[in-house]
Each structure stands twice: as structure tokens, then as C-alpha cells.
């Protein structure tokens, strides 16, 4: 392709975008691999024994009836042996049917047992491999909601997602196909050996001979195979982080028009999985031809020999057609171990990736002995706070400050000030370097995450809505909530008029993301939502910044009533929302350096705030 960064035409080449870019992802599945290897080691044999352990007598009964299965083929080849030897002589001698009758009887039998031994082992192994499978999916899910939004900051929405679909498709494909070869393999492969050796002792130890010869195609394919698959698996990652992100921000790609652009890192992207994968069916296009060339010689050498101990009378027909029938089954599980290979490769890169996530701490624990709130108030104290996101570089370098319950205070200042990172704290997204929060004199640690979340609820700009009807939504903050309890919190908030003006009104649904609703009404059920949960404190973060004039006066007005009783800390740059605040805070550095009632801040005609009122009426007029 030829487009220019910026506008998405020009001149530069495709070679050079490609080589910029491939040097681009490929640093990226760097970092991502490093990250994921200090985190996984040593992890992904003890989640697969945790996976494994419920299942431990059904594994064991799978087992046995595999053994059954392979007994009952490896006899089929012995059987013919048999009745060439012992079943056809009587009918040349005397027309007697009898003994190859039997023979025939024990064939068919054992194909019989195998066959119902495959149908048990099928449907068991299924039922176990859906079950494992359901539960490993819950854990990781359960375990992605338990981590704090530290971890989502860092951890993209593209390797969550690769997590639990690609990652888990892997373990799948392993269960459902590399069980039943890798144990049939082993069976088939001693059996085999052994058989042979009981059959004629020359005539196995020529046929063994390819041993040696299969061990070390076999160690090559595998040490090759897991180096490959490992990039393989890096590969997909960076693919599906891309494609997450780029539509996640659809809207922002085609108002940029980087369409080209971002399709010219998805074709990089998407070039360097599909060499990646080449690479492994290049491995496998070496493996299986190397093990049919071994036993095609095998089998060419014992028939020659063969041939040649049968024409001395050494050994009967019947023993050389077993052996051969043997030996073809012999080489056939090769096969089977490269796709075993094939699959538990991909599945071990899984596994370790799926292993380091669930091996993540959150950072903010659940306390071991966890406090009651015992009078729920809303007061919340910060008591020489310290926080930084980086170490060395503290947004907040010691905050002391308390809002006491029912008081509604309005934090503002200029970006970056520690607005924001004081209401991340006050609802336990993080918790302080250093100090502590109270919420009515209990240590935010100390809380249960129940007792926390009921009392503590907090609104941002993202408003953020789920998939299902604005009833739906709003009954989100309080799941047992009626009808006319949603109605009730939405009238409350003025929202009532604008959601039955929608076509089926709380029914309406909202689609990907709200988008079949304004910001301003996206903004209006999120408020809403938080309404109904009821909680002793509300945090709105910029949470009136998608609103236009009518729907932020009627916002504005609904809250005084809500907000009555209830303490209630919002961030707001417009100060037409600041005017219902009790209290103003001013911010700057991470400490506040106003303190006191809108009227009486604007009153002192100095200091920051008293400026931002200032500016704010000159934009009035």
C-alpha cells in the first residue's frame, strides 16, 4: 500500500510501512511475552492438576475403557494370524469350517467391543471436556471481575478477549483430540513392540530397529513444534488486540480517516500470524512424510526378511501377514503423536497464559477479617494520603481532608490536579501508597466489597451502558428493584419524559453500547441507575458533561432533591454544577488549596476558584 501517516494518501512505500511495522508488533509480542513469562512460570502443570483433580476416577474409568479399546484392535491382527495359520489348513484338509468360524466370530466380536468401548469413551470424555471447560471459563471470568481496575489499565481488552476465546478454543482441541491419541498412541506403540517380540523374536528386533531413527524425528518435531506454536500463539494475540482496539474506536478511526492506516497494521499484523503458522505446518510437513518414509523401509525390510525366513520355513504366513498388519499399525500412531504434539503445543501456550492471569493478585484484596459498617453515615475521611501511579511521582502527597456525612461537596481544578484519583480512591479502585481512607471511621480495607459497593456508587463521563432495555439498565445499580421503582428513580431525575418518548419506551433496547441513545440520555440512565442503588455516597466524575443546557437544568434540579440527606463529592469543571454544592474544593497538586461555600469563594474576588466564576460569567455574556 502507499498512504501517508497522516492523511492516508501519498507516497510513502508499502515495504518500509511493512518492515516499520512488522519491527513494531514485533516488539510488542516482546513486551508481551516478557510480561506474561515473569507472570506464568512454573504456573500452567498446577492449573492443569487443579482442572484435572475433580475428574480424577472419571479419567481413570476413560482410561480403562481405552485400554479395553486397544486390546480388543491389537487382537485383530493376531486373529488373522490365527485363522490363516490354524482356520484355512482344516478346509483344505476336510472342508471343516468350524475353526475359522471361531476365528471369524472373535473378529467380529472384537470389533464390536471396539466399537461400543469408542462410543463410551466419546461421550464420557465429551461430558468431561465441556464440564472442565465450563468451569475454567467461569474461573477466568470471576477472576478478571475480581481484578482491580490497576490491572484493566495495563491489560488490554484484546488479551482478555484472546484469553477467553482462543486461549480456551486451544485447551478444547487438546481435550477433545489429544487425550484419546496421545493414550492410544502409547497403547498401540507398546503393545505393538511387545506383540512383535512374541510373534518372532528376528522379526521384531529388525522391525525396532526404526526406533532410534523415530525418537529423534520425534525430539526434533517437538522441541521445533514448541518454539513455533509459542510465536504462534503471540502472533494471534497482537491480531486480536488490534482488531479490539481499532473497532472499539471506530468512531474516532473514521473521523481521522485511518482506515488505511489501521488496515496496513491489521495486513502486517495478520502477515506475521499467517508466517507464523506456516512455520508450524512447515514442521509438520517434515515430521509425517519422515515418519511414513521410516516405516515404508521398515515395513520393506521385514517383508524382505520375512519373505525370506518363510521360504526357509521359520515362520508361517500367517505370522508375516500379522507382522505386516502390525507394523502398518505401529507407524500410524506416529502420526497421531504430531498432531498430539500439534495441539498440546498451542494448549501449553494457553494454559501458561491463562495460568499467569489467574496467578494476579488483585490490588486491592478483600480483607481477611472484614469490618461491618456499623452506622452508615457517608462521612469520608482521607488521613495523610499519599498515591502515585508511578513510582517516585505522587499525585496525591499527603491529602488530609474530611467530608462529613450528607454534605455535598464540588471538586474542581485544572486537569491533572488529583480530582479524579481522589474519587478512584473513595471507592476503592485503588488503595493509598501511603494513609488511609474512612468511610464512617472504618478503613476502606477493612470493608467487605458488598458493604463497600452499596454505600459508595460512582457516576463518570463514560456512562457506560450493557446490552438489554433502559430498564434493564437502570435496574442494573439494584437488581430485585420493580417497575415502578425504575420509573420512580427516573422521574426523579427528570429522565421519565425523554425514555417513553423512545419507541418502546423502558423497553427500548439499547444496542451496542447505547448507541441507539444521545449522550445526554445515556448520561440520564447512568444517573439514574446510581439513583436507584441508593447509596450513602455518590461520586459523579464529570458526570454532566455529556448533557446539553435542558437536560443538565433538569439534571441539576432532580439532584438537590436526590442529593438531599446524602454526601455526595462532584467533579465538575461547569460551575453551573458546582452552584448545589455545600462546599467547594479546589485542587491543585494533589492538595486542596480552597476550602469554603460557593458564595463565600466568589465573595473573596481572589484565588483560583473566584477567577474560574469570573471567566465563567464573561462566557455567559
Known amino acids: 500500500m502507499s498512504t501517508d501517516t497522516s492523511t492516508g494518501t501519498g507516497t510513502s512505500t508499502g515495504t518500509d510501512a511493512d518492515q516499520s511495522w512488522r519491527g513494531i508488533a514485533a516488539g510488542e509480542a516482546d513486551a508481551i511475552d516478557s510480561a506474561d513469562r515473569i507472570r506464568f512460570t512454573g504456573g500452567s502443570g498446577q492449573l492443569l492438576r487443579e482442572l484435572l483433580r475433580p475428574y480424577r476416577r472419571a479419567i481413570w474409568i476413560l482410561v480403562a475403557v481405552v485400554v479395553v479399546e486397544n486390546a480388543a484392535r491389537l487382537a485383530i491382527p493376531y486373529l488373522v494370524k490365527v485363522g490363516i495359520d490354524?482356520?484355512?489348513?482344516?478346509?483344505?484338509?476336510?472342508?471343516?469350517?468350524?475353526?475359522?468360524?471361531?476365528?471369524?466370530?472373535?473378529?467380529?466380536?472384537?470389533?464390536?467391543?471396539?466399537?461400543?468401548?469408542?462410543?463410551?469413551?466419546?461421550?464420557?470424555?465429551?461430558?468431561?471436556?465441556?464440564?472442565?471447560?465450563?468451569?475454567?471459563?467461569?474461573?477466568?471470568?470471576?477472576?478478571?471481575?475480581?481484578?482491580?481496575?490497576?490491572?484493566?489499565?495495563?491489560y488490554t481488552s484484546g488479551r482478555i478477549i484472546s484469553r477467553q476465546t482462543s486461549d480456551i478454543d486451544a485447551i478444547y482441541e487438546m481435550l477433545e483430540t489429544g487425550f484419546d491419541g496421545l493414550v492410544t498412541a502409547f497403547l498401540t506403540l507398546v503393545g505393538t513392540a511387545v506383540i512383535l517380540m512374541f510373534l518372532d523374536v528376528k522379526l521384531g528386533l529388525l522391525a525396532l530397529l526404526c526406533g532410534p531413527f523415530l525418537f529423534w524425528i520425534t525430539a526434533w518435531f517437538r522441541r521445533e513444534s514448541a518454539k513455533s506454536y509459542r510465536v504462534a500463539r503471540e502472533r494471534v494475540a497482537l491480531l486480536i488486540v488490534h482488531f479490539v482496539e481499532s473497532m472499539g474506536g471506530i468512531r474516532a478511526v473514521q473521523a481521522f480517516r485511518r482506515e488505511p492506516r489501521d488496515l496496513e497494521i491489521f495486513d502486517v499484523l495478520n502477515d506475521d500470524n499467517r508466517r507464523a503458522n506456516l512455520v508450524a505446518f512447515r514442521l509438520v510437513a517434515w515430521f509425517m512424510p519422515g515418519v511414513r518414509l521410516i516405516g515404508n523401509i521398515t515395513i520393506a525390510a521385514v517383508l524382505v526378511y520375512g519373505g525370506y525366513l518363510a521360504y526357509q520355513g521359520e515362520v508361517t504366513v500367517g505370522v508375516l501377514a500379522a507382522f505386516l498388519l502390525y507394523l502398518r499399525r505401529f507407524f500410524e500412531p506416529m502420526m497421531e503423536i504430531s498432531q498430539f504434539f500439534n495441539t498440546f503445543q498451542s494448549a501449553s501456550a494457553a494454559l501458561e497464559k491463562l495460568a499467569g492471569v489467574l496467578r494476579v493478585e488483585p490490588s486491592v484484596p478483600e480483607p481477611a477479617t472484614p469490618v461491618p459498617l456499623a452506622h452508615r453515615r457517608g462521612g469520608l475521611t482521607f488521613e495523610q494520603v499519599r498515591f502515585s501511579y508511578v513510582d517516585g511521582r505522587d499525585v496525591l502527597p499527603g491529602l488530609d481532608l474530611d467530608i462529613p456525612g450528607g454534605q455535598t461537596v464540588a471538586l474542581v481544578g485544572t486537569t491533572g490536579a488529583g480530582k479524579t484519583t481522589l474519587a478512584k480512591l473513595a471507592t476503592r479502585f485503588y488503595d493509598p501508597t501511603s494513609g488511609r481512607v474512612l468511610l464512617d471511621g472504618v478503613d476502606l480495607r477493612d470493608l467487605a466489597s458488598d458493604d463497600l459497593r452499596s454505600s459508595v456508587v460512582m457516576v463518570t463521563q463514560e456512562n457506560f451502558l450493557f446490552t438489554g432495555s433502559i430498564a434493564d439498565n437502570i435496574r442494573f445499580g439494584r437488581p430485585g428493584a420493580s417497575d415502578a421503582d425504575v420509573e420512580a428513580a427516573a422521574r426523579a431525575l427528570g429522565a421519565h419524559d425523554l425514555i417513553m418518548a423512545l419507541p418502546d419506551g423502558y423497553a427500548t433496547q439499547v444496542a451496542n453500547r447505547g448507541g441507539r441513545l444521545s449522550a445526554g440520555q445515556r448520561q440520564l440512565v447512568a444517573f439514574a441507575r446510581a439513583f436507584l442503588a441508593d447509596p450513602e455516597v455518590l461520586i459523579l466524575d464529570e458526570a454532566t458533561s455529556s448533557l446539553d443546557v435542558p437536560s443538565e437544568r433538569l439534571v441539576q434540579h432532580a439532584l438537590r432533591t436526590v442529593l438531599a440527606g446524602r454526601t455526595a463529592v462532584i467533579i465538575a469543571h461547569r460551575l453551573s454544577t458546582v452552584e448545589i454544592a455545600d462546599r467547594v474544593l479546589v485542587m491543585a497538586h494533589g492538595d486542596v488549596v480552597e476550602d469554603g461555600t460557593p458564595a463565600d469563594l466568589v465573595a473573596g474576588g481572589e484565588g483560583h476558584f473566584s477567577d474560574l466564576h469570573r471567566a465563567w460569567l464573561d462566557s455567559l455574556a
Do not use: K, M, W
Request: overall charge positive; glycine content about 8%.
Open 86 to 154: 490354524s482356520g484355512i489348513p482344516p478346509i483344505r484338509e476336510s472342508d471343516d469350517l468350524g475353526p475359522l468360524g471361531i476365528v471369524v466370530a472373535l473378529v467380529l466380536g472384537a470389533t464390536v467391543v471396539q466399537a461400543i468401548t469408542r462410543q463410551i469413551f466419546l461421550v464420557r470424555s465429551g461430558r468431561i471436556g465441556q464440564d472442565l471447560l465450563y468451569q475454567l471459563r467461569r474461573r477466568v471470568f470471576r477472576h478478571f471481575q475480581r481484578l482491580s481496575p490497576a490491572f484493566h489499565d495495563d
